[in-house]
């Protein structure tokens, strides 16, 4: 069983970009507004089901692959159903800022979403522009009256003035942990590694296409406000979120680029040239740069800039070979046993 290759299939959505998914897909983008690409995803994007999900060359759902032979590719059993690969992998191409929102936890996805899991992200900063920047978590303790006023008059610049402002280059790894508030300036485009679910709580959706309605989970402000933290995340807090391990050139080694606490919920590596074999496992593998081949004992397959592969557990431990470069994005450390623990604290 080898890996599959996945064609392009971005994604529109309620703000513009995608402009470098399409030229690094190798493909002409439809509209300004696909700012996304969904690798490999068995997951559908919140109230549709079947935007965002992964369709192999021959037309069929990666989905309903996995499904039907789960041991062959995640070679575990438990998840929340038998297509659950455990993390779900974005292309995100922001040509204008995002709104300032927030994901739910998995103690919150639980008892009202009836999910196992929340929505911890990373971002991995592939590209952006001078001085643009992500804003993660309160720089001081919000009142939650207030914060509810803010979100009522929409006023995006105060939650942005209440907020950790970080300059990002590229290789930079930045970990989100749910009920952390965030948004990211236009010009930035990331890879983005999180729990596989779409579950996003917009405290600004007037900057995008979105409405108040769509932007509550359809439960109510009500009920999703407390999921939203307001405490002030501070320095030494915000350094722990953050990597800087890809800024330096990829070598012949799989090279972790996130900060360890995300290795419970997801991984990231990157690797160039020929390497050392990794564990067998299910990963997504996006060619970056260059040209090589994906190779185990079960064989070899070809890769090149811009291609996207899911790759089975059952193609063994794999190494890289040639003269590629390439992120892989991997399910939590000790997935799927550590979902049934919560929120890792």
Not at 23 to 33: M, S
Not at 68 to 78: E, F, L, M
Not at 280 to 287: D, I
Request: charged share 25%; aromatic share 8%; net charge negative.
């Amino acid at each position: 069983m080898k890996p599959v290759l996945l064609p392009p299939r971005p994604v529109q959505h309620f703000y513009r970009g995608g402009d470098r998914i399409a030229a690094l897909r190798g493909i002409e983008p439809e509209t300004d507004r696909q700012p996304e690409e969904w690798l490999a995803s068995t997951v559908s994007r919140f109230g549709s089901d079947d935007v965002g999900l992964a369709v192999t060359d021959d037309g069929a759902y990666l989905r309903d692959l996995v499904g039907a032979d789960r041991a062959a590719w995640v070679g575990a059993r438990g998840g929340r159903d038998a297509a659950d690969l455990g993390i779900l992998v974005k292309l995100l191409d922001a040509r204008q800022r995002l709104p300032v929102h927030v994901h739910p936890d998995r103690g919150f996805a639980a008892s009202h979403l009836d999910c196992p899991y929340g929505k911890t992200e990373a971002w991995y900063v592939l590209e952006t522009e001078d001085d643009c920047a992500v804003h993660l978590g309160w720089n001081r303790p919000v009142d939650r009256d207030e914060l509810d006023r803010r979100r009522e008059a929409q006023d995006g610049e105060w939650m942005l003035a209440h907020m950790n402002r970080v300059v990002v280059r590229p290789g930079m790894g930045v970990l989100v942990p749910a009920g952390t508030v965030h948004a990211i300036d236009g010009g930035i485009f990331l890879a983005e590694v999180q729990e596989p679910t779409d579950f996003s709580i917009l405290l600004e959706w007037s900057v995008t296409t979105s409405t108040r309605e769509e932007s509550h989970l359809d439960l109510g402000f009500d009920a999703v406000m407390p999921a939203v933290s307001t405490d002030a995340l501070d320095a030494a807090a915000l350094d722990a979120l953050i990597s800087t391990a890809g800024t330096a050139p990829a070598e012949a080694g799989f090279r972790s680029l996130l900060p360890s606490a995300a290795d419970p919920y997801f991984r990231l590596f990157d690797a160039a040239g020929e390497t050392a074999s990794r564990e067998a496992g299910f990963a997504v593998v996006l060619v970056s740069d260059g040209a090589g081949a994906l190779v185990s004992e079960a064989g070899s397959v070809d890769v090149a800039r811009g291609q996207v592969y899911a790759v089975p557990h059952a193609f063994g431990a794999w190494r890289l070979a040639g003269a590629a470069e390439v992120l892989v994005a991997a399910p939590g450390a000790g997935w799927p046993m550590t979902l049934r623990g919560g929120d890792v604290r």
